[in-house]
């Protein structure tokens, strides 16, 4: 409570903005629980589960956990009870969920844009063979994510992780989740500056500390000083984007308050310049101001993003500045807003004359022995080793130019290509109802099969269209940013409820960032998607602009018929929709 009260001796020297009623702000007063959440977090550290998980638990059993550090303090750890089989999508707001509860968990396991030499890949994968009943995936926040996991198991695979440099400590939680960092660090061509060394800084001194384990709700941060900005700093609670100050050279700017859900928004550009060596304390900075006037009475109202809007950028940097920095920051125009591919899929040369590779699993869909696989490949080939992108891929960096081909030949023999069809290069899927207590829909099977069924429905699509499947309105794989976002619900269809889902087309960041067009009651269901893609797309490929207008400028100029999927032109495209 000291902090609290030194928060508000300082808040008297800046004209801190209150809302219309209390929100639960620390920093004004506010510091008594009004959720079980923060009670809960009250009542004890979520850090300090990690030794009743060690110790109690592991050894007691799944029947021995306690039901606050069940459903609560174990995210801290990265563990979240998976899905019990048997619950079909109605009942995942209906049933309690005490009895959506498997005694089975997921386990993310944080990357923060580090390069993962061999035998890191290698722990990772031999951890979904051994522990995980072979599963693996790619998330879009650069982790790897388990399912099948025991709690009996969870110190053997606590020891494999150490041993390899990598953790699962606050993969979930309200703490600082996972960072984003550029797949490409130090070794592309076009960087501006490498920022490996700040998330590296940011991460030893903040990720553990109790002092930051306890915000209103979840804090994601991105960091890249690539200038295709391929860490999605738009929807990031705050991002660090390279820049060039005319004077001072290259640094970063400040972006805060981004994120998606059902109350989606752009972080907002503060037009600074952050040196390297100061990025750690500027993320301190932001990271208290939400520890300390985040509102935590309401969860739906507990993100960074809601007090920027409140705010706005200007207050938000005056207090930034006068109460947490002790200095001014230097103005420096936001940097210029890319277009293109952010992924770095395919084989491009590094500045040191070596090569990168990028690889796309299908929807981020691997597997333990695949990991393995590329572990191997890795280490064959002599490459340098890989990080995991924002959008669910694996990079491979460091490879000389003579093993560029023998390396692509031989992942793309277990399913990890570096010449991907535009379908499989472009489509994301959340986790889904397999194993996600808040899913409606599978999203992983159905998001593979539409690949398989839109590569041979239309082959040749030529120009960038991402598909982003996701199975409840959380947006974890950033539905509303995608050219066709898809977010799970029930629908009627000959009298009966089916998986379906509500469409969002014409999402984007980058030059035209936007949230897409909500097409007003239209649905689709599960079973119809392939045809309603393969239509829509079809009638952008004839409508489109001769100057070669992408597929969001052409959404929001086309009629609503053609977009619905109601209207079908005639195709001149192979395999297109007629």
């Not at 309200?174 to 984003?180: E, I, N, Q, V």
């Not at 076009?190 to 979840?218: H, Q, V």
């Not at 990271?287 to 706005?312: H, M, N, P, Q, T």
Request: charged fraction near 30%; include cysteine.
């Amino acid at each position: 409570m000291a902090d609290m009260r030194f928060q508000a001796e300082k808040a008297a020297h800046t004209e801190i903005p209150r809302p219309k009623r209390a929100e639960g702000q620390w920093a004004l007063g506010y510091t008594e629980p009004l959720n079980k959440n923060e009670q809960s977090k009250k009542d004890d550290d979520p850090l300090n589960v990690r030794d009743r998980i060690l110790y109690t638990y592991s050894k007691r059993g799944f029947a021995s956990i306690d039901p606050a550090d069940l459903r609560g303090r174990f995210r801290w750890m990265g563990l979240y009870t998976q899905r019990a089989p048997g619950f079909d999508g109605g009942k995942t707001a209906t049933v309690p969920e005490e009895e959506l509860d498997d005694s089975y968990f997921m386990l993310r396991v944080r990357s923060d844009g580090a390069l993962l030499d061999h035998a890191a890949v290698r722990a990772l994968g031999t951890i979904g063979v051994d522990f995980a009943r072979g599963t693996a995936d790619v998330t879009d926040r650069e982790n790897i994510q388990y399912h099948w996991i025991r709690i009996e198991d969870v110190p053997a695979i606590w020891e494999r992780l150490d041993a390899a440099g990598l953790s699962s400590l606050e993969a979930c939680g309200d703490s600082p989740r996972p960072f984003l960092g550029s797949p490409v660090a130090g070794v592309s061509k076009d960087e501006i500056i490498d920022g490996t060394a700040a998330l590296d800084e940011i991460k030893r001194r903040f990720i553990g500390d109790p002092a930051f384990s306890n915000f209103p709700r979840k804090f994601k941060t991105a960091l890249t000083g690539h200038p295709g900005h391929d860490v999605s700093p738009e929807t990031n609670d705050i991002s660090f984007v390279g820049t060039v100050h005319p004077e001072h050279g290259p640094g970063f700017d400040l972006w805060v308050g981004g994120g998606l859900s059902t109350n989606p928004k752009l972080a907002a550009r503060m037009g600074v310049w952050i040196p390297l060596d100061e990025v750690a304390d500027a993320w301190e900075g932001v990271a208290s101001i939400f520890r300390d006037y985040g509102y935590r009475r309401l969860r739906s109202r507990a993100r960074l993003k809601f007090l920027v809007a409140d705010w706005g950028v200007e207050k938000f940097r005056e207090v930034l500045e006068k109460e947490y920095l002790g200095r001014e920051l230097v103005d420096c125009p936001s940097p210029e807003t890319p277009t293109g591919h952010r992924d770095h899929i395919g084989v491009h040369e590094q500045k040191d004359g070596r090569f990168y590779v990028g690889l796309a699993p299908t929807a981020g869909r691997v597997s333990g022995s695949m990991l393995v696989e590329l572990a191997d490949a890795i280490e064959a080939h002599g490459a340098a080793g890989a990080r995991l992108t924002p959008y669910q891929k694996i990079v491979v960096i460091g490879v000389d130019a003579d093993q560029v081909e023998p390396l692509v030949a031989r992942l793309d023999a277990i399913g990890l290509q570096a010449r991907p069809s535009n379908w499989r290069r472009n489509t994301m899927a959340c986790t889904g109802i397999e194993f996600c207590k808040l899913a409606i829909v599978d999203t992983k099977d159905r998001a593979r099969d539409l690949v398989d069924e839109l590569e041979q429905r239309l082959p040749d699509l030529d120009v960038p269209i991402t598909v982003n499947v996701n199975g409840c309105p959380n947006a974890c794989a950033r539905t509303q940013v995608g050219d066709i976002g898809l977010k799970g619900q029930l629908v009627m269809h000959d009298g009966e409820q089916v998986e379906g889902f509500q469409v969002h087309l014409g999402g984007a960041l980058g030059l035209n960032a936007n949230f897409g067009r909500k097409l007003r009651a239209h649905k689709v269901t599960s079973a119809g998607l392939g045809d309603y893609v393969t239509t829509v797309v079809g009638n952008y490929l004839v409508d489109r602009a001769d100057d070669g207008e992408d597929f969001a400028t052409w959404v929001a100029r086309a009629e609503e018929d053609l977009l619905r999927g109601e209207k079908s032109l005639e195709s001149a495209e192979p395999g297109g929709a007629r």
